[in-house]
């Protein structure tokens, strides 16, 4: 079965970093689309960025110039750093892939934006 583990969650001070990583359990060479969806408390699940097997990149209007998202096929992994943090950015986020006409999701991982 198609695993998707998150890492790197956790309380960041707004302004501050993180740097999530999303661990594939199969080449992210065969992934059409990975990347990272969030969901905040009483909204809907929403698109944070995404990238496909060419490279080319979709990322919400709330976090251009402020996430970036990369791949590192080597280790299949996804990552999203993630800058100049808001507390609107708190939200559980999600790791993302399609794989042909199949979807699949990580567990979540949350991020906290708060003083």
């Known amino acids: 079965q198609v695993q998707l583990v998150e890492s790197g969650g956790g309380l960041v001070q707004p302004g501050g970093s993180l740097r999530l990583s999303c661990a594939a359990s199969g080449s992210i060479f065969s992934y059409h689309y990975m990347g990272w969806y969030r969901q905040a408390p009483g909204k809907e699940r929403e698109l944070v960025a995404v990238i496909n097997s060419g490279g080319s990149l979709t990322y919400a209007n709330s976090v251009k110039g402020r996430f970036t998202i990369s791949r590192d096929n080597a280790k299949n992994t996804v990552d999203l750093q993630m800058s100049s943090l808001k507390p609107e950015d708190t939200a559980v986020y999600y790791c993302?892939?399609?794989?042909?006409?199949?979807?699949?999701w990580g567990q979540g991982t949350q991020v906290t934006v708060s003083s």
């Open positions: 993302y892939s399609r794989q042909g006409i199949y979807d699949h």
